[in-house]
């Protein structure tokens, strides 16, 4: 079945650590999107990419870093920059890169938590 | 200024008491308007899309309409089932991402 894969499901971050969301896809679809979504704030854009090899910021970008090697993948580095990692990450993909036909295709979100 | 408002932040129906959510935008040139379902530590689920004012759709006790300037999700005869987090997003002429609002927590007791 064709999907979003989001790992790993729930991440633990130390202070100054970076880590890494990996979200893979297997829908052929051209964009990918990576949202924050905190309690009462809804869904925050991160980063977002139409196409291989090209990424552009989005609502919220900083301390945070992506690429787009492959069309499948789209994974996202929370770095020590970031000052208030918490949050439930979620990784969407669309047909097109304008996000029109069909809207988002979303993953099942990683749950990330400083320690 | 939030470009898209939902209403109420939440709401608890008994089961069975129909009722409405409400989708609020600012933008102008509206290409798109989407629903999202989503369930507790799950990634949002779609729902519906509407694209002009007037359009209406359909799915088992959830009716989703669009007028210019806002999006009504109705919920018939409810069921413990639908309670989740409904998602409203707008996707708006010269922009690539979709834009969305703070989501309506429903609640439906049995």
């Known amino acids: 079945d064709g999907g979003i894969t989001q790992s790993p499901k729930y991440l633990f971050r130390k202070e100054g650590q970076n880590v890494t969301l990996s979200c893979e896809q297997n829908l052929n679809h051209d964009a990918m999107y990576w949202y924050r979504q905190d309690p009462g704030q809804g869904l925050r854009l991160i980063y977002y990419s139409q196409i291989v090899n090209d990424f552009q910021k989005g609502d919220i970008a900083e301390g945070y870093s992506v690429s787009r090697e492959k069309k499948e993948s789209f994974p996202l580095t929370v770095t020590s920059a970031q000052k208030n990692p918490t949050a439930f990450y979620l990784c969407?993909?669309?047909?097109?890169?304008?996000?029109?036909?069909?809207?988002?295709?979303f993953g099942s979100g990683t749950r990330l938590t400083v320690v | 200024e939030d470009q898209v408002t939902q209403s109420p932040e939440a709401l608890r129906l008994q089961e069975g008491e129909s009722s409405s959510l409400n989708c609020s935008y600012t933008?102008?040139?509206?290409?798109?308007l989407f629903w999202y379902r989503q369930d507790p530590g799950k990634g949002p689920e779609f729902l519906f899309t509407?694209?002009?004012a007037g359009e209406e759709k359909e799915k088992e006790r959830l009716k989703a309409t669009l007028t210019k300037k806002e999006s009504f999700l109705h919920i018939t005869a409810p069921k413990p089932e639908d309670s989740a987090t409904y998602l409203c997003?707008?996707?708006?002429?010269?922009?690539?991402?979709?834009?969305f609002g703070k989501g309506t927590k429903l609640s439906v007791i049995p």
């Open positions: 509407l694209y002009s």
């Open positions: 933008v102008s040139g509206l290409r798109g």
């Open positions: 997003a707008v996707h708006w002429a010269g922009s690539y991402q979709l834009t």
């Open positions: 969407a993909s669309s047909i097109d890169p304008s996000g029109h036909t069909l809207g988002y295709t």
